[in-house]
């Protein structure tokens, strides 16, 4: 089995920061594209490959900042200069391929991000 974990959400004022955390555990042989979403459209906030190359939706961009881990299978997103507008549940999800050699789609259940004053 395979799980991914998400962490790091919670309350923050505008223009505060969070980092979150995808932690991936259980028969995993490899990891390729991990990206992180927002409801409620399940919309594209940012995406790491199998190879290190990063991008970010244009909403985000100079503000959030994804980075993967290969060591522990974690993949963050740093949050800087939060709005309002981010306030949503943010989800993981990763494309894995696991030791028995089944390649699929992965999600968390997601954690809360809320900014407000």
């Known amino acids: 089995q395979v799980r991914l974990v998400e962490s790091g959400g919670g309350l923050v004022q505008p223009g505060g920061s969070l980092r979150l955390s995808c932690a991936a555990s259980g028969n995993i042989r490899s990891i390729q594209t991990v990206g992180w979403y927002r409801q409620s459209q399940r919309e594209l906030v940012a995406t790491v490959t199998s190879?290190?190359?990063?991008s970010c939706a244009d909403f985000v961009k100079g503000r959030f900042t994804i980075s993967r881990v290969y060591a522990n299978n974690t993949v963050y997103l740093q949050m800087n200069s939060l709005v309002p507008e981010d306030t949503a549940v943010y989800y993981c999800?990763?494309?894995?391929?696991?030791?028995?050699?089944?390649?699929?789609?992965?999600w968390g259940q997601g954690t809360q991000v809320t900014v407000s004053s």
């Open positions: 190879g290190g190359s990063t």
């Open positions: 999800n990763a494309r894995i391929r696991t030791s028995s050699g089944f390649t699929g789609n992965y």
